[in-house]
Nanobody
Framework: QVQLVESGGGLVQAGASLRLSCAAS????????MGWFRQAPGKEREFVAA????????YYSDSVKGRFTISRDNAKNTVYLQMNSLKAEDTAVYYC???????????????????????WGQGTQVTVSS
């Protein structure tokens, strides 16, 4: 089992950058496919990005592709989300999620589905003012 704690959120102006971090407890972090999701007020939680166990494969939603980068440092049990060129529509609570030990990223539709993530953090607020 793993516990996830996000940090790095805040209030920024449009065009700025933020880097979110997600620290994971547990010795099997390197075996987890990890993802970032976000939820804006009144909207469903949506997929943002996912990364394979080794970090060699990544997927992004169309809305963030080219602006956000997901990465991980398995030695530090941490996954990151670098967010550049932020827009007002990026305002949301951002959640880190893990699929489970020895998981596989498979294909985009699998990696982007909330139902395939077993572990969730508490979320961190990102607010982008226009």
């Amino acid at each position: 089992q793993v516990q996830l704690v996000e940090s790095g959120g805040g209030l920024v102006q449009a065009g700025a950058s933020l880097r979110l971090s997600c620290a994971a407890s547990g010795r099997t972090f390197s075996g987890y496919v990890m993802g970032w999701f976000r939820q804006a007020p009144g909207k469903e939680r949506e997929f943002v990005a996912a990364i394979s166990n080794s970090g060699s494969t990544t997927y992004y939603s169309d809305s963030v592709k080219g602006r956000f980068t997901i990465s991980r440092d398995n030695a530090k049990n941490t996954v990151y989300l670098q967010m550049n060129s932020l827009k007002a529509e990026d305002t949301a609570v951002y959640y880190c999620a893990g699929q489970g030990p020895y998981s596989a990223i498979y294909y985009y539709s699998y990696a982007s589905s909330r139902e395939n993530y077993k572990y969730w953090g508490q979320g961190t607020q990102v607010t982008v003012s226009s």
